[in-house]
T-cell receptor, first 114, second 111 residues
Framework: GENVEQHPSTLSVQEGDSAVIKCTYS??????FPWYKQELGKRPQLIID?????GEKKDQRIAVTLNKTAKHFSLHITETQPEDSAVYFC?????????????FGKGTSLLVTP | SQTIHQWPATLVQPVGSPLSLECTVE??????LYWYRQAAGRGLQLLFY??????ISSEVPQNLSASRPQDRQFILSSKKLLLSDSGFYLC??????????FGPGTRLTVL
């Protein structure tokens, strides 16, 4: 089955700096890669996703890049703000309407200090 | 638009007691449904998923079970809770092309 590794487990940056979180996956058939943000005590929220037919996707201060050959994808947050502090999860799965579930990384705890 | 509900929001139960958590989805039909557990400060562990009424797949053997009696209802149960069952239980539903959304969660404490 799919195995998703996520690094780092914790990340501390100064407000205004950039943050990068990296994930690798093992199943070459995976073609959907979402990122979730989970604030303390709340549900994970989908913030951005990318499919294997594109290499990069951007939404304001957030971008995701995908390297299918190397089987890794990354989340980039620019101009970080204190409200970006949360746990971020990457995931990977096959694009299917069957029961294929998302395989999650173990999460990265991001702290943005003012 | 689609919404997903879970109840109760919080629950405190003694060891050995039964459990029933409910999840319902509105605004969609025939969704794929999932139960996850998140221990304190940990990642998301997939427990069960269902692609249709009466169809349950288990990812992790344990003292929990799941049922899907209706298209948009997913229930997580246990006959006897263990201390290790404490955690944040999240239901999720998936629409086309794998966009998956989580419910608000149930925080379970087993004493």
């Amino acid at each position: 089955g799919e195995n998703v590794e996520q690094h780092p487990s914790t990340l501390s940056v100064q407000e205004g700096d950039s943050a990068v979180i990296k994930c690798t996956y093992s199943d070459s058939a995976s073609n959907y890669f979402p990122w979730y943000k989970q604030e303390l005590g709340k549900r994970p929220q989908l913030i951005i996703d990318i499919r294997s037919n594109v290499g990069e996707k951007k939404d304001q201060r957030i971008a995701v890049t995908l390297n299918k050959t190397a089987k890794h994808f990354s989340l980039h947050i620019t101009e970080t703000q204190p409200e970006d502090s949360a746990v971020y999860f990457c995931a990977a799965s096959r694009n299917s309407n069957s029961g294929y579930a998302l395989n999650f990384g173990k999460g990265t705890s991001l702290l943005v200090t003012p | 638009s689609q919404t997903i509900h879970q109840w109760p929001a919080t629950l405190v139960q003694p060891v050995g007691s039964p459990l029933s958590l409910e999840c319902t989805v509105e605004g969609t039909s025939n969704p794929n449904l999932y139960w996850y557990r998140q221990a304190a400060g940990r990642g998301l562990q997939l427990l069960f998923y269902s692609v249709g009424i009466g169809q349950i797949s288990s990812e992790v053997p344990q003292n929990l079970s799941a049922s899907r009696p209706q298209d948009r209802q997913f229930i997580l149960s246990s006959k006897k809770l263990l201390l290790s069952d404490s955690g944040f239980y999240l239901c999720a539903w998936k629409r086309d092309y794998n966009e998956q959304f989580f419910g608000p969660g149930t925080r379970l404490t087993v004493l």
